[in-house]
């Protein structure tokens, strides 16, 4: 029997990319995926593509009433989260002079609070069983700094920051919290991200197949790991950075700012 099987499991952001993919993987082992997102044509869109017990409700996670209640609903109905993929989030890549304060300030509201929104909403009932296994989608901009990535980036140091922190808290209480720090994927992110297609197009032999992102969350929840850190060539550069930072943004500025 599959480790998913008759696990609950919410996932925002769920009405594209990797956080469909996932919904469709956890079906496809016997978990009972949620799928919370804003758009509710694409949320359906999604649903109608899988098979087996599932649920649908529309959440904007910037709305701390409405996260509040929606997961209270879920809870009323299955009496349990087992899972809680915190996928939500966007990026716009702006020079920071260019960029406007109120882009930043939206960025930070779903990418960084979002996730504090949602996981303050699930966890006191994990721990009260136990029981439970929390991820954050975060980002390798998370760890490496980029031109035109201040806002997008920050946010995800805050995640990796929240993230780490709420780790040691959760130490012996039977719940995992797990990071998960991709470079970039191939999904409709970069529709806003990079609307004139240039950083795509540079980056293009470089990028994730949601497909393969989505399956390491998977197996992250099912070993329980702490962080994940892909693919393998950033992870190095991740640790390179860390013990050379100066060396690494002078050879590695002409591979990263490419925006």
Same mark, same amino acid.
């Given at each position: 029997?599959?480790?998913?099987?008759?696990?609950?499991?919410?996932?925002?952001?769920?009405?594209?990319?990797?956080?469909?993919?996932?919904?469709?993987?956890?079906?496809?082992?016997?978990?009972?995926?949620?799928?919370? %997102?804003? @758009?509710?044509?694409?949320?359906?869109?999604? @649903?109608?593509?899988?098979?087996?017990?599932?649920?649908?409700?529309?959440?904007?996670?910037?709305?701390?009433?409405?996260?509040?209640?929606?997961?209270?609903?879920? $809870?009323?109905?299955?009496?349990?989260?087992?899972?809680?993929?915190?996928?939500?989030?966007?990026?716009?890549?702006?020079?920071?002079?260019?960029? +406007?304060?109120?882009?930043?300030?939206?960025?930070?509201?779903?990418?960084?609070?979002?996730?504090?929104?949602?996981?303050? %909403?699930?966890?006191?009932?994990? $721990?009260?069983?136990? @029981?439970?296994?929390?991820?954050?989608?975060?980002?390798?901009?998370?760890?490496?700094?980029?031109?035109?990535?201040?806002?997008? +980036? %920050?946010?995800?140091? %805050?995640?990796?920051?929240?993230?780490?922190?709420?780790?040691?808290?959760?130490?012996?209480?039977?719940?995992?919290?797990?990071?998960?720090?991709?470079?970039?994927?191939?999904?409709?992110?970069?529709?806003?991200?990079?609307?004139?297609?240039?950083?795509?197009?540079?980056?293009?032999?470089?990028?994730?197949?949601?497909?393969?992102?989505?399956?390491?969350?998977?197996? @992250?929840?099912?070993?329980?790991?702490?962080?994940?850190?892909?693919?393998?060539?950033?992870?190095?550069?991740?640790?390179?950075?860390?013990?050379?930072?100066? $060396?690494?943004?002078?050879?590695?500025?002409? $591979?990263?700012?490419?925006?």
């Amino acid at each position: 029997m599959s480790y998913f099987h008759n696990k609950i499991a919410v996932i925002t952001g769920a009405s594209s990319g990797i956080g469909a993919i996932m919904a469709q993987m956890l079906a496809e082992r016997g978990a009972i995926p949620v799928l919370m %997102a804003r @758009s509710e044509s694409k949320l359906a869109e999604v @649903s109608a593509g899988l098979r087996g017990e599932h649920a649908v409700y529309r959440l904007d996670v910037t709305d701390t009433d409405q996260v509040m209640a929606v997961m209270d609903k879920v $809870l009323e109905r299955y009496g349990r989260i087992d899972i809680l993929i915190n996928n939500a989030g966007y990026g716009v890549f702006d020079k920071f002079i260019d960029a +406007s304060l109120d882009e930043i300030e939206q960025m930070m509201d779903v990418n960084y609070m979002g996730t504090v929104r949602c996981t303050k %909403a699930v966890l006191g009932r994990m $721990l009260r069983r136990r @029981s439970g296994h929390i991820v954050n989608i975060a980002s390798m901009a998370g760890k490496i700094g980029s031109a035109k990535s201040t806002g997008y +980036s %920050a946010t995800k140091h %805050a995640v990796l920051g929240f993230t780490n922190c709420l780790r040691q808290e959760l130490v012996g209480t039977g719940v995992g919290l797990t990071a998960i720090n991709p470079g970039p994927i191939d999904t409709p992110f970069f529709d806003i991200a990079d609307p004139s297609g240039n950083y795509v197009k540079n980056v293009k032999w470089f990028m994730l197949k949601p497909e393969k992102v989505a399956a390491k969350v998977l197996e @992250s929840i099912e070993r329980r790991t702490p962080e994940v850190n892909l693919p393998l060539t950033a992870a190095a550069g991740v640790k390179l950075y860390q013990l050379f930072p100066r $060396l690494f943004d002078r050879i590695s500025y002409k $591979l990263l700012n490419k925006k």
